[in-house]
């Protein structure tokens, strides 16, 4: 959420056609609910015992509420952005946006898991690149192609943005795993 709102402010002064700060604020649920979704769906796929050093949802609440409320947060997360005042243009264009990188998100994660069933099966150099690209870089491409969108860009733009950001999300990620492989 927070690189949303940055991308935002960044852009909004130089760009017409930006939403008011509290319609952007607003938008931030399309990130921290695919997030958590996305965390509690990878702790049930990866069988992880511990999130953030407390017991994962699974363990706390069974696997059926926990896929539930998982589920429950991707699609309540685009709630806000037909609650927001905005234009209809600008609404087809964040669920675009949203919709598109949820299926990257869950691309990447189909990725992992296959990998994760298939010891025998290693990944090349670029396919890990594209998981991760795809699983972790997406939330980040997610937020900052929201924020810079909020802020007045062009589609066109936020790529552009996005691309950079999932970048970051990618960095995120490897040194995840390099912390959970050592």
Not at 143 to 157: P, T
Request: hydrophobic share 40%; glycine share 6%; net charge negative.
């Amino acid at each position: 959420p927070l690189l949303l709102i940055l991308c935002y402010k960044m852009m909004k002064d130089s760009h017409s056609g930006a939403v008011a700060e509290d319609q952007a604020y607003a938008l931030t649920p399309l990130v921290e609910f695919v997030h958590t979704a996305s965390l509690i769906h990878d702790d049930i796929e990866d069988n992880a015992d511990l999130r953030r050093g407390k017991p994962a949802a699974h363990i706390t609440y069974g696997l059926d509420t926990s896929l539930n409320a998982g589920a429950w947060l991707y699609f309540q997360a685009p709630v806000c952005i037909n609650s927001n005042s905005i234009s209809n243009e600008l609404k087809l264009t964040l669920y675009q946006v949203y919709t598109n990188e949820l299926r990257r998100l869950h691309l990447g994660q189909a990725m992992d898991i296959y990998w994760h069933r298939n010891p025998s099966v290693f990944p090349t150099a670029e396919e890990y690149d594209s998981m991760v690209k795809c699983k972790t870089g997406t939330l980040a491409s997610l937020a900052a192609k929201i924020g810079c969108i909020a802020g007045g860009c062009s589609v066109e733009e936020a790529t552009k943005i996005g691309e950079i950001a999932a970048h970051i999300g990618k960095g995120f990620q490897v040194i995840d795993d390099v912390i959970n492989l050592t």
